[in-house]
């Protein structure tokens, strides 16, 4: 049984993947600060680790022991890199940097990090991305998650740690805390909860691509543990949605005629970013994707049932 770990375990998409993971067969480790009353996952059989990830000590003590590591903790979201680009400098790039050495001097086989398949590529126009496409990232998040990929070669080059860099398009989900200012979907479901205008910005022709979080979890789940052929892969529907397209399904889900304030489109955001995720799909096989409507209508769900 393989003994895994789950940096940000509490959070979106960690908490899903650490159940999936246990499912699998892994043998999981949780660490976060797990501020809150209790994990938002299911604990039966999954070794908690509080720790705070800016402390090294506690870094070093999460992973020693480990198989795998699989680092989904990001200390910025687009909206705050963006607000002070030296702090994701500050924390989010070095800490991870520190948290390689860890898992290096620890003999950790292989490391997975969760990148952006939405900001890193850029705006060149293309009608979808493939990895083999060169990243241009305009936004300080962007430019963050790509700056750790370049320290995954180099600790790969330097120091022997097997690494996977999962470039994530734009996942929505149960869980996701729409207090991060990050998901079209769970930010704009949680006004019409309260009765209050979902924001848009610009006239709603940006495209995205979107992926269910349990979807997301299945894909990323299948690389634990097993050699494949690439250290990069993008992970999404690989299927475009704008964000009319959204709201007009929004409006079907819930039932609500809600009311829309247009904002400025910001200078760093992508008119249209959809991902090429065929090297997936070649050594994985296909997958079953959740339905756009049936997404949304358990994300609204757990919205409702939120405190």
């Keep these: ?27 999981v480790s949780a660490f976060d600060r797990f501020s809150g009353a209790a994990p938002t996952f299911r604990t039966d059989g999954i070794r908690l680790i509080r720790g705070e990830f800016l402390s090294r000590a506690d870094l070093d003590e999460a992973v020693s022991g480990q198989d795998y590591v699989l680092h989904l903790l990001s200390t910025t979201s687009p909206a705050t890199a963006e607000s002070d680009p030296t702090l994701d400098i500050r924390t989010n790039i070095a800490q991870s940097v520190e948290l390689l050495e860890s898992a290096s001097s620890a003999g950790v086989k292989r490391f997975y ?15 979808r991305y493939a990895e083999g496409d060169r990243a241009m990232p305009i936004s300080p ?76 979890v299945r894909m990323i789940v299948a690389f634990v543990g097993r050699e494949t052929e690439f250290d990069l892969y993008n992970l999404g529907s690989g299927f475009g949605l704008s964000v009319t397209d959204i709201l007009d399904e929004l409006r079907l889900v819930t039932g609500v005629d809600f009311d829309i304030e247009e904002r400025a489109t910001p200078p760093t955001f992508i008119d249209k970013v959809i991902l090429d995720t065929n090297r997936w799909a070649q050594e994985f096989g296909p997958i079953e994707l959740t339905t756009l409507g049936d997404g949304i209508r358990r994300t609204y769900e757990d919205v409702l049932a939120a405190p």
Excluded: C, W
Aim: no cysteine.
């Design 113 to 127: 990090f969760a990148s952006t398949g939405g900001a890193i590529y850029g705006p060149q126009g293309r009608d």
């Design 1 to 27: 049984m393989a003994k895994t770990l789950v940096i940000g375990a509490n959070g979106f998409i960690g908490s899903h993947l650490v159940e999936a993971l246990q499912r699998a067969g892994h043998e």
């Design 141 to 216: 998040y962007g430019i963050g998650k790509l700056a750790i990929e370049h320290y995954l070669h180099y600790f790969r080059t330097r120091h022997g740690l097997a690494s996977t860099a999962l470039r994530i398009s734009n996942p929505y989900g149960t869980r996701q805390h729409p207090g991060r200012r990050q998901g079209l979907i769970p930010i704009a479901l949680r006004n019409i909860a309260e009765g209050r205008p979902v924001v848009r910005f610009g006239d709603g022709s940006m495209v995205r691509d979107y992926i269910f979080v349990e979807d997301l």
